[in-house]
């Protein structure tokens, strides 16, 4: 199992990083958000998960060791594969989602793509004492709180995510701008910012202005 990958950022793409691994291009599989942190010529270090399958070998990436251990979890549930776990962390935070199963959040997994109402049923019951208590110090009810209130943070990862690929922040700004009836549309329907739909909606919207 490859554990991690260590070096310099060799290209970015809006799911996609490749590391420079002692001459190698490792392509990694990452969130809109761990792409945000990303900077092309900078040294990164991602915690990995290798993915096999008899035609394939995928390398999935995450800014922390948490992230990681959350999306192998996930893959536990039925019906759960790599792509629909690295979905579950693109949208929501690997606290976000202990907290949604330990309430039986059900809009909170509907939030993600792909997730409907029965799905999101039969995830709480296969999660349900897996994904362990939230590792903030501020436990449940903080994080509660902080859900409650301030501005949700999507606009700022997807800002960030722009900026990681290249784009100007004035630019990104506008994008972001562009987006955001989408996703006060998603949040006033009872979910969240679906935050890698919203990347490509915005560079979609760069793509339109150049």
């Known amino acids: 199992m490859i554990a991690f990958v260590s070096g310099p950022v060799a290209a970015l793409a809006p799911n996609l990083a ?125 994080a509660q709180r902080a859900a409650a209130s301030g501005p949700p943070p999507w606009s700022e990862q997807l800002s960030a995510a722009l900026v990681g690929l290249g784009y100007a922040p004035r630019d990104a700004e506008e994008a972001v701008s562009a987006v955001t009836p989408q996703a006060e549309a998603a949040i006033a329907s009872g979910g969240s910012a679906p935050v890698p739909q919203l990347l490509r909606a915005a560079l979609q919207s760069l793509n339109r202005t150049r």
């Open 18 to 142: 490749v590391i420079e691994v002692g001459g190698v291009g490792m392509a990694v599989h990452c969130t809109p958000n761990t792409i945000a942190g990303l900077r092309t010529g900078e040294p990164a270090r991602l915690a990995t998960s290798l993915v096999v399958r008899e035609d394939s070998l995928t390398l999935y990436g995450f800014a922390e060791d948490d992230e990681r251990q959350v999306f192998e979890l996930l893959q536990t549930a039925s019906g759960v594969g790599p792509k629909l776990a690295q979905a579950m962390l693109a949208v929501h935070s690997p606290d976000a989602l202990r907290i949604a199963v330990s309430v039986g959040d059900e809009k909170a997994l509907m939030a993600v793509s792909g997730i409907g109402k029965k799905g999101a049923q039969k995830l709480l019951l296969d999660l349900k004492d897996k994904l362990g208590a939230p590792l903030g110090s501020s436990g449940m009810v903080g």
